[in-house]
Structures are given as structure tokens and as C-alpha cells.
């Protein structure tokens, strides 16, 4: 056995279907990251971690480097006040990071072939810690990061990253949602008598709203950007901004597994949702909204719904509607995956610092949905 580590800058530095074994059937595959290289946020630069074993591929994870601002977990009132010395200082709040997982995925991918044990998991990671670490610090990144490590993956990233002296902080949990239920009428009766009367009420409000599922949306790229925008104006949290091209080419690397749900009312597109769809799933991955017309049609409740009916319909047992907006999800009968974060500074003081600040804008002081679930993993 002849293990080597790299980081490589590209996707593309790995075969497709050596890539895709070892993540099998993850919907956010080889086609994904490549899709997001092409098209994604800027303000990113994208890596990857890998071990190979005599050139063949065992272990990988992806990594990307960035501006990082410290306040990105903040919402509400502290928000404002940050964005305010942002704009009069910016280098105070901002750091350079580079971190294992992706802006534009919910979880960290961690990978491994097949045949590697179990046994042997634990030590490749410690590899691919080690391998990015130093690449960081000849890039002159000060802070590593892991950003979203599935609650499946944390005993292994805890066993990799504890003697370096890491920093454990709750992520943005996965909403999902099971659906056992041989109806659309079967799911509204698992729910509450009270949420089950407000979703017939607002379903009744979608009455004049048409949907159309498209796999190319080039004749309507400008409405959807325009609706994405308006959606990150109204929202506090915010990692990545994803430009105009992002979607259509999202579009042609993930067909015929990705399509949009285009929401019209009469000839006006008032909202859209990216979907990723497979056999045993349903990622409901973006969504864009016209905020002046989303109480009139109850926009976000009704594209739910949708979303759930459409699942019932073909037999797709899993619904996973993304992160954030926690209540009204617990409400509609969602479980949550805890993710978790890590960070590790490279200069001691620093580190001493931010370990302060962590405890300020960690996620749970902002969302008790996350502050409850934090408490169950404890």
C-alpha cells in the first residue's frame, strides 16, 4: 500500500465514477461540484482533499478558501449593528479560511471507496486533516475550518480534529421530512388539528397559481435571479451569493435528476424552487420568491405542500427541505440531522479570541429549534 495526500484545485484532477464511489448515490455528486466550479458563488476557490492509494482513489473530502466574516452566524439586531462596522472596518470582522466542505452543499462530504474498513477511516482523515492544514499555511490561511459535518460523520471528524485542539460549534441542522403516507389527504391528517386547518386554508389561496416543472430555464434566467435576490435580501443568514448562471448550469450538469418548479400567476413568474430528485428523495435546494405577493398566495407554505404532494405522488419516501425557517418546518412534521461546525486558528491568540466570540454568535443563541436540538445530543 502506497498512500499519497493532495489537494487538488479542481474537480476534474478525479474520475467521475471513482469520485462517485465514494459517495454512492448521493444526489450531490461529481456532475454537482463540477457544476459548482463552473457557475458558483464568487468569492470562493474551490479544493479537494484526497488520498490515493497507488494513484486509485480512497478517501476524499472537498475544501474551499475564502474571505471569511465572523458574523455570518449572527442574526436579528446584533446583525445590523455588525454590517454597520463591516462597512467602517471591514478587516475586523473578516478572516482568511479555509475549510472542508462546500458554500454551496448542506453537509460536509466526507467520501470513501468502498473497500476501505472501517477501521482504517479514522487514520486516512487524520491524513487528509494533516495534508490540508499544511497547504493552508503555505496559502497563508490563518483559520480551518469544517463547515456542516453530519451528525453520521462526527465521531469521525471529533477523532481527527481533537488533538489539534479544534473548536466544536452547533451548524445548520438538516430539515427532513418523512413521508409514509399513501396520500396527500394521509400526510394533512398526521398533522396537528390546528396546522391542518391553517394548510387547507392556505391551499385555497393557490388556486390561481399555475406550476411548471422545467429542466432548462434560459428563457426565464432574469425572473429567477431577480427572485433569488429578493429572497437573500430577506434573509439574515447568508454564506455564498449565487450569480445569474448559476442555475441553468446547475441545470444542464444535473439532468434529468435536477429540474425547477416555475410558479405562475397569470403571465407573472412569482416564485421558483430548485429541486434535486432521486429514488429515495426529494432536496429541496433553492427557492426564490416575489416578497410582495408571497402573503396573497402564502408562497413558501404552498410550494411545501407541492413539494410533499409531489413526493406522495411517485413514491419518494424523503423530503429534505434544506436548512433554516425551523419552526414552521418542526410545525409540518420535519425531524432535524444535526450538522456541526469546527475552527482551529493557526495563531494561538487568535484562536483564544475567536473561542470568545464563538460563544456570542454560535447558532443556537439565535434559533431554539437548533438550541433544543443541541441539548437532545448532548
Not at 232 to 259: C, W
Not at 311 to 326: D, K, L, M, N, T
Not at 329 to 353: E, M, S, V
Request: glycine letters at 6%; hydrophobic letters at 40%; a positive charge.
Amino acid at each position: 500500500m502506497t498512500l499519497t495526500a493532495v489537494v487538488e484545485n479542481s474537480i476534474t484532477a478525479f474520475d467521475s465514477a471513482d469520485w462517485n464511489r465514494c459517495f454512492p448515490s448521493d444526489p450531490e455528486n461529481w456532475a454537482f461540484y463540477r457544476a459548482c466550479e463552473e457557475a458558483g458563488p464568487p468569492g470562493f476557490t474551490w479544493y479537494y482533499a484526497a488520498i490515493r492509494d497507488n494513484g486509485r482513489l480512497v478517501a476524499v473530502v472537498p475544501a474551499f478558501g475564502t474571505e471569511y466574516r465572523l458574523d455570518t452566524t449572527v442574526q436579528g439586531v446584533l446583525k445590523r449593528i455588525t454590517n454597520q462596522v463591516h462597512r467602517l472596518l471591514p478587516a475586523l470582522l473578516s478572516l482568511r479560511l479555509i475549510a472542508f466542505g462546500s458554500p454551496v452543499a448542506e453537509i460536509c462530504h466526507l467520501g470513501f471507496a468502498p473497500e476501505v474498513p472501517a477501521y482504517d477511516r479514522p487514520a486516512l482523515l487524520r491524513r487528509i486533516v494533516t495534508a490540508l492544514q499544511e497547504f493552508g499555511a503555505t496559502k497563508r490561511y490563518g483559520l480551518l475550518g469544517i463547515k456542516d459535518a453530519p451528525a453520521r460523520d462526527d465521531g469521525l471528524w471529533r477523532g481527527a480534529l481533537a488533538p489539534s485542539g479544534f473548536t466544536r460549534l452547533p451548524g445548520l441542522p438538516t430539515a427532513v421530512l418523512d413521508l409514509p403516507y399513501g396520500s396527500f389527504d394521509g400526510y394533512l391528517e398526521s398533522l396537528s388539528k390546528a396546522t391542518r386547518k391553517d394548510m387547507r386554508r392556505k391551499l385555497k389561496a393557490f388556486k390561481d397559481i399555475r406550476v411548471e416543472q422545467r429542466r432548462n430555464i434560459d428563457h426565464v434566467v432574469g425572473e429567477v435571479s431577480a427572485l433569488y435576490e429578493q429572497t437573500v435580501a430577506h434573509s439574515d443568514l447568508q454564506f455564498e451569493y449565487l450569480p445569474p448562471d448559476y442555475f441553468p448550469q446547475l441545470l444542464r450538469f444535473l439532468a434529468p435528476e435536477a429540474s425547477v418548479f416555475l410558479y405562475w400567476h397569470d403571465d407573472e413568474l412569482v416564485a421558483f424552487n430548485f429541486v434535486i430528485e432521486t429514488a429515495d428523495r426529494l432536496i429541496d435546494k433553492y427557492i426564490g420568491m416575489n416578497y410582495a405577493v408571497v402573503p396573497k398566495f402564502n408562497l413558501y407554505f404552498n410550494s411545501w405542500l407541492h413539494n410533499v404532494r409531489y413526493c406522495i405522488e411517485r413514491g419518494i419516501p424523503v423530503y429534505q427541505s434544506g436548512q433554516a425557517f425551523y419552526g414552521p418546518k418542526l410545525r409540518l412534521g420535519c425531524r432535524l440531522q444535526p450538522n456541526w461546525q469546527y475552527f482551529r486558528h493557526r495563531n494561538a491568540a487568535i484562536n483564544t479570541i475567536l473561542q470568545v466570540v464563538a460563544k456570542f454568535v454560535r447558532l443556537d443563541r439565535f434559533d431554539p429549534a437548533i438550541a433544543n436540538l443541541v441539548k437532545e445530543a448532548a
